[in-house]
């Protein structure tokens, strides 16, 4: 983003922007963030260390010359790349105020963060808030498709913002941005107890690996299943419920890629999902379930079981059936 | 039987006759698994760690011979076959001379000319599975992708391998006129002939459910086009077709991005064995795995005793350690009275040695080092350095007339303390040779190497008569890995490891349940010594500055423990010697 401010701008404004958006980022890192997880104390992170892969996401979606100042013909300008940073500072900042529609709250929380000495561009407030309001919930209308509710583009004191385009990146760099970082291995252990609806979400968070290799035009996602370690126990019933939320977030990640693509042509490189479980038992792979490629070719929206439908080895029950047979014999 | 042919030859596997490498092949449970599966699998570890007996055992040739054995019918579910990265026919230099485009063409070509040669090899095992309609369909389909008919006057593989063969020369004829670009259409590639080749297979009954195994030995000889074509067969989607289970040394470990620049991923396109084992007690994975090596090795030759028979303890070592973990029991016992038996236990695990060295003479000789569970802690968990002195000790026998008929026994202590002492020294004269025998390692960096060497022993030396909590410990991890300092140290940390005279493995970091890098050098040193050979899994923590420094002959901080010192005789925090 610097890059791009200092080619596009004079040294005046690129200086002006850049301060905006270092203000922006130290009081939302020093002020609103910590009380992210006050707020919302059961929930996997969403703090600071989310925002910082966001953007590192962001970096592995795009082209490496994507933007102005990286190449000779960049996709996006520098207003392009300050909207976007921005967006994605305070895409999750709602959440202060609790998770239920935490992103139209984003608007509440800029008015916190910018006040009036800032002398940030009019139009700022009106981009951030359209596009962090597009990655996630429903539009107004009740429709899921918020991304077309996003103009195709904004302005930005006289500079073009491509507004739908940027908010499908941060939409899929944000549903990337998953992994055992989010969790902690002391949360679900006295006297840190998680109610059992968040479990399973950090449970989730601690099995996930997710790549995007944008040169094989994949997202690798890898979960590996520790038998034992963490109570992880196949004979326990939310063992089930995780491997069935594990495939059911596993085909969100691929439905949020095909539709996020529609709207970037930055994101079309990114043809398929590929899912790997790797069930491994006191150092030994024990089972171990994929490639299953999620892509054009398996079409998920005629199955109404997805995965199981694709590869009827990715069923709950078989597995489960499978590691109990295997861990006892290993015991 | 006749006991005069030696049981412990080490060479390596690929010299070996396939009755050998199958008589002598242990089955490690997990690693056999997870080899005959479709995952694409990357072996690492040092020489003699026993990659090419495992992918060797699993090619189609030896499965054969296996089965045969066994009276059983052959499995044609996975073929097996090797494909050696360090022969004339992969490892090659004509790229050096190209433009990048065409280097990546020609080293494809030779590559995927060198798998459909080996695995057409491995087929002619059972040429015999085919009907004479599916040999002739085969040759008229194989004929039409290398645009030339087969030989004919033989069976269908043996026809392919002429043909690859052939192709490599034609290839090596072209390159070697100035100008390549004729060369260039008949370029082949793993695409356009190795897939179409194992489908082309398949369609035979007998191989219609086979899964190919494309054993890749050696492969950090593989120049890095090849690496990247390498990787980017890894990242192949389909895997019903082929797997590729790689065996590459840790120094040299290819490159992980494909032809396109992407990258393949540990755990999700390839899982990775480690040959190499840190734990080499009675009860680790290593310790028993050695005991079923040595125990076939001896059955081989009708010797029916275990290895702990077999080497035997010389009873003036077992009578000294058994009299100094008594010592050290009775002292514990008297000053942390109430601790548990398992505490007490470990102590006197840890301490036995290092009591028994500190008690001895100093005019005493060396101790007389012997016993199995000496040697497996010699090998530093490499199969291949257990063998070695093995080896050496059944030829001390064999010269001795006394032996009479040739049916040894077992071992004698005397015998096994003299071959270990030697098999030191000899592990000392090669710090001497380094620029001999290392490439890329010079006159300074060798002498560099010794110095480093010498002053880790005495630094271990002064810790086991010191240290207090962990006195036998022989490996270390560095703290302080400032750039600076790393990038002096970091060759001459590798020109030991190609030695093997230093393995650098993973384990966990004391802080923060991370995992890092430590060093353990080969405990074949300690011997000529004097030290204890089977050191602890505790390891030192040392300035990376300190050992750089020991590297121009200065010596590596120790600072002696006083009774005043904060911890006690249970302690097994890391002291950092070093002031940091």
Partial sequence: MYRALNKRFDCTKSEHLTSLYQTARRKLVDEIYPHVKVANPQMTDHSAGHIAQVLDNVDYLVAHDA??????????SAADAYTLCLAILFHDAGMVYGRENHESSVAKVYDLVRTATHEAPLQEKGLVYRIALAHTGTTNAGSKDTIAAVPESMDLDGERVHARELAAILRFADELAEGPQRTSNLLGQPPFSLDPDSTVYHRYASISNVHIDRQLGRIALTYRFDIGHKKLDPNQSYFRDLLEFTFSRAEKVDSERRYTRFYSQQLEPFNRTDVVLNFWHKMGLILDLGPLELSAKTALDRHPSPLQAIDPRFDADRIIDQLRRTATGQA | MSTRKNPFVYEQARLMSDEVVAQYYIDDHSHGRLLRSRRNIFLIGERGSGKTMELLYNTLPIQK??????????????????????????????????????????????????????????????ADSLTVEEEAALRTELAFYFDSPLPHQTDIFDAVCQMAQHESIEAQKALNVPAVEGMYTHALSFSSLAVPFM??????????????????????????????????????????????????????????????????????????????RPFHNEGSDFGKFAARVVRRRLESVGVSKSPEEFFSVHPRLASGLRAAAESI???????????????????????????????????????????????????????????????????????DASVGDGRIKGIPPSIQAKVILDRSEVAWARLRTLDMTIDG???????????????????????????????????????????????????????????????????????????????????????????????????????????????????IPFHVQTSSHQHNLFSTEEVTDARE
């Fill in chain 2, 199 to 276: 489908r082309a297979v398949k369609k035979a009954a007998a191989f219609r459910e086979s899964h190919f195994m494309l054993m890749i030995d050696d492969a950090h000889m593989l120049n890095p086009y090849q690496v990247r074509s390498l990787n980017s067969w890894i990242a192949y989607r389909d895997r019903s077709l082929f797997s590729l289970k790689v065996a590459t040394a840790k120094v040299g470990l290819p490159a992980r991005k494909t032809g396109t620049g992407g990258d393949i991923l540990e755990g999700h396109d390839f899982l990775t064995i480690d040959m190499e």
């Fill in chain 2, 329 to 399: 029991r009775s002292r514990a016992m008297k000053e942390m009275p109430n601790a548990g038996n398992k505490r007490i236990g470990d102590y006197v695990y840890r301490q036995t040695w290092a009591e028994f060295i500190r008690k001895r003479s100093p005019q005493a000789n060396r101790p007389l080092y012997s016993g199995f569970s000496t040697l497996t802690f010699i090998s530093t968990g490499v199969i291949r350095n257990l063998l070695e002195p093995c080896f050496w000790m059944w030829e001390a026998i064999m010269k």
């Fill in chain 2, 441 to 555: 390692c010079s006159h300074r960096d060798a002498k560099r190497v010794r110095r480093l060497f010498e002053e880790l022993s005495v630094y271990f030396q002064r810790r086991l008569f010191h240290h207090r909590s962990e006195p036998s410990a022989t490996s270390f991890s560095l703290s302080g890995r400032d750039s600076g300092v790393m990038n002096q140290l970091s060759p001459l940390l590798s020109i030991a490891q190609r030695a093997q005279l230093l393995y650098i493995r993973e384990g966990p970091a004391k802080t923060m349940g991370r995992r890092e890098l430590y060093y353990v050098p080969n405990r074949i040193l300690w011997p000529s010594r004097g030290m204890d050979p089977h050191g602890q899994h505790a390891r030192a923590s040392i300035m990376a500055k300190d050992v750089l420094a020991a590297s121009e002959g200065r010596a």
């Fill in chain 2, 65 to 126: 011979l296996v089965m045969e054995g066994d009276n059983s019918n052959l499995d044609l579910g996975y073929i097996g076959a090797l494909v050696p990265a360090n022969t004339p026919l992969i490892h090659r230099q004509e790229h050096d001379l190209l433009d990048r485009f065409r280097a990546s063409v020609v080293s494809e070509h030779f590559f995927a000319l060198a798998i459909v040669f080996h695995l057409s090899e491995a087929l002619g095992f059972v």
């Fill in chain 1, 67 to 76: 933007f102005e100042g990286e190449g000779d013909r960049p996709s996006f």
